[in-house]
């Protein structure tokens, strides 16, 4: 079967595909709120320096007007000016003249200058000037139409002469204003250049503009604003504005203004279509100039907004940046820690299984082992039990062997017994025949030697008594002399008969040895009867016994003089059931038992030929260093006093 890629991962990679365009349209959208407060919140902080502004500056600009109003009315009332409205033709106008350009360079105006009933120009400030306005009409004027109907008057416009913008105030003249129904036989108009106003705005970081009733831009800070309508005029408005003549042949050309947005009644954001102002966008706030028909507009540009919302939009951005990152490492280090925690986990799951695993082979080695240690009980019980048949066994064989000998000494104990046997009878016949004689004396010869005998016969049977009694289980100290006086003790009979000299090499003092006593005298017997029979035909038998003694071993010797072993026998003689004897003579038991008996005692048992002829038998033991009173007491009997070597000869 074929895996494709697991789902999980694929939807890991799907996960952050979301994550990611969610975070990116967290930033649009956090960039864009930004902004958008940003620029609502400059917007309306622009808004009130823009009200501000123009508050100030449409005061300035009527403050600026208004100071002059004035001034007409009070040239009007002015003798000099009514005395020469009478007699215009018979003065002369230059003293008037005079008199006007005077109150002008006072007052800080343009022009001054007077009409007569008929609108023609008396006298002017301006009278020096090609340009004067002496003789001119201003019928057409409405300061001039006005003033003549008794008002005063205001204009604005351009002059017919200088082609200025400017601001017009007239009042009427009257020669003589006590006739109620009298007219004004004259009109007298200043006119204010309004230049030095706009020079003033040129200053501010913000376009200001004056606008008529026809939103025709009379003022403005930028001079290529200036006669230009704000909105397209309609025709008829044109035609209108030519008739008055107020903006002379001015073409009055669209600003190119367009309202991008409408935040309120006199506050908009505009931008320009045509004109200098096409560059940028402004905040737009209009204010009506009611004492004279204008409307003032401040033009704030909109860069310090866009400015600001994309401060707050690139700072909000760098924020949420900076949150994602923190949020993004947060995430990765959440992420890292739970994989740590799931990889400690499956960690921890795999050592469990691996204790478990673990538990289960220790508890199978456990049945296992249990299993073999009950095997190897068994078997050790088995074994324990086959060596206690194997120790029955040797004891019993041991036994046998004992008896063996014992049945090679009955010959010698026989006699050993039948001697005194016959001795007492002897004794007691001739005590009966002492007793008829009625000697007792001598009858008590008799019963003392009977008495004599009987002991001895006491001592022969408590010989065969001790030999044939079984061994203790636990070795001990025990003197080698002892034993070799109980052994030849045994053979007394047959060393006599034999006529064998007995050689004694030891020192004087006892020798002990760590054994069993039992089982050393049964040694010493088996070794000192095979001497005796393999010296059966030796003409001078000479049993050789010694005693060496070292640091910790002792060596115990039994040598003939006889025929010796064959070298072929040598190594065969401890074989268990190895005789060269005759049937009935030899079981061939006695020198492989002896040898385990040594064995068993720590020692060894070594065969050798002498070179003068004759075997050598060696028992090597381990001496018994801290013999003590009670050891000593164990010895089956103390040694007698005897030379070193000390040699006797037995004779039949
Ligand atoms: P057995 O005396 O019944 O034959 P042993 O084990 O005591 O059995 O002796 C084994 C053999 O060792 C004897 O048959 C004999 O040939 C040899 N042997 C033992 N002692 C002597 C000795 N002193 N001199 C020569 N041969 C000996």
Not at 159 to 165: A, H, L, N, Y
Not at 352 to 373: K, S, W
Not at 395 to 404: F, G, H, P, R, W
Request: aromatic share 6%.
């Amino acid at each position: 079967m074929k895996a494709g890629p697991p789902p999980s991962r694929l939807s890991r990679g799907w996960r952050r595909l979301l994550i990611l365009l969610v975070a990116s349209l967290g930033l649009v959208l956090s960039m864009w709120q930004a902004a958008q407060l940003a620029r609502e919140q400059a917007l309306q902080s622009l808004q009130q320096d823009a009200e501000n502004e123009l508050r100030l500056s449409a005061e300035g600009l009527v403050g600026h007007l208004s100071r002059h109003e004035y001034l007409p009315r009070l040239l009007a009332s002015r003798e000099g000016v009514r005395r020469f409205l009478s007699n215009p033709d018979g003065l002369d106008p230059m003293p008037l003249n005079l008199l006007l350009d005077r109150f002008r360079a006072i007052a800080g105006v343009s022009d001054i200058y007077l009409l007569d009933r008929n609108a023609d120009t008396l006298a002017a400030s301006n009278w020096h000037r090609p340009d004067t306005f002496i003789g001119q009409n201003y019928a057409f004027r409405s300061y001039y139409q006005d003033a003549i109907a008794g008002h005063q008057g205001r204009f604005f416009g351009l002059g017919v002469q200088s082609r200025e913008r400017g601001y017009y105030f007239s009042a009427p003249v009257w020669l003589d204003d006590t006739a109620p129904d009298a007219t004004p036989d004259g009109v007298l108009v200043i006119k204010i250049l309004l230049d030095s106003v706009e020079e003033k705005w040129a200053d501010q970081e913000a376009e200001l503009l004056v606008t008529d009733h026809d939103d025709v831009i009379f003022m403005a800070s930028h001079p290529e604003l200036r006669m230009r309508a704000l909105h397209p005029l309609s025709e008829e408005t044109h035609a209108a504005l030519r008739n008055t003549r107020r903006y002379a042949d001015q073409p009055l050309s669209s600003s190119g203004i367009r309202v991008l947005e409408s935040r309120g009644e006199a506050s908009r954001l505009v931008g320009f279509e045509q004109g200098p102002l096409t560059a940028g966008s402004y905040l737009s706030l209009s204010r009506p100039l009611e004492a004279f028909g204008w409307d003032m507009h401040i033009l704030k540009p909109l860069s310090p907004v866009i400015r600001a919302q994309w401060l707050s939009a690139l700072l909000v951005g760098g924020l949420y940046g900076i949150v994602m990152l923190g949020g993004g490492i947060g995430w990765q280090r959440l992420r890292l820690r739970r994989e740590r925690e799931q990889f400690a986990e499956r960690e921890r799951r795999t050592l469990a299984q691996a204790r478990d695993e673990l538990e289960r082979n220790v508890q199978r080695r456990t049945h296992d082992l249990v299993e073999t240690n009950r095997r190897l009980s068994d078997e050790i019980d088995e074994r324990r039990h086959a060596e206690e048949r194997l120790r029955q066994t040797r004891d019993e064989l041991i036994q046998a062997a004992k008896l063996a000998v014992l049945g090679q000494l009955a010959a010698g104990i026989n006699h050993e017994l039948n001697q005194p046997l016959a001795a007492i009878r002897a004794y007691a016949e001739n005590a009966r025949t002492f007793l008829e004689r009625e000697r007792p004396e001598a009858v008590a010869g008799n019963l003392e030697q009977i008495v004599e005998l009987t002991s001895r016969m006491a001592d022969i049977s408590a010989q065969l008594r001790q030999f044939s009694r079984k061994s203790g289980d636990r070795p001990s100290a025990v003197s080698v002399p002892a034993c070799f006086d109980y052994a030849l003790r045994l053979f007394q009979t047959r060393l006599h008969y034999a006529g064998v000299t007995i050689e004694r090499h030891w020192p004087g003092e006892e020798i002990w040895v760590h054994a069993d006593p039992v089982r050393l005298e049964q040694v010493l017997v088996n070794l000192i009867g095979n001497a005796l029979q393999a010296m059966a035909d030796t003409p001078e038998p000479r049993l050789r016994l010694s005693i060496d003694r070292d640091a910790h071993h002792v060596t115990i010797g039994v040598a003939d003089n006889g025929p010796g072993i064959a070298e072929a026998h040598l190594a065969k003689v401890f074989e268990p059931f190895f005789t060269t004897k005759s049937r009935g003579s030899g079981l061939g038991l006695g020198l492989s038992i002896s040898s385990r008996i040594i064995d068993e005692l720590g020692g060894r048992l070594v065969a050798t030929n002498l070179n003068g002829g004759g075997a050598l038998f060696s028992i090597v033991l381990p001496a018994d260093t801290q013999t003590t009173i009670h050891a000593s007491s164990q010895a089956i009997a103390g040694p007698e006093d005897h030379d070193t070597p000390e040699e006797t000869s037995y004779h039949a």
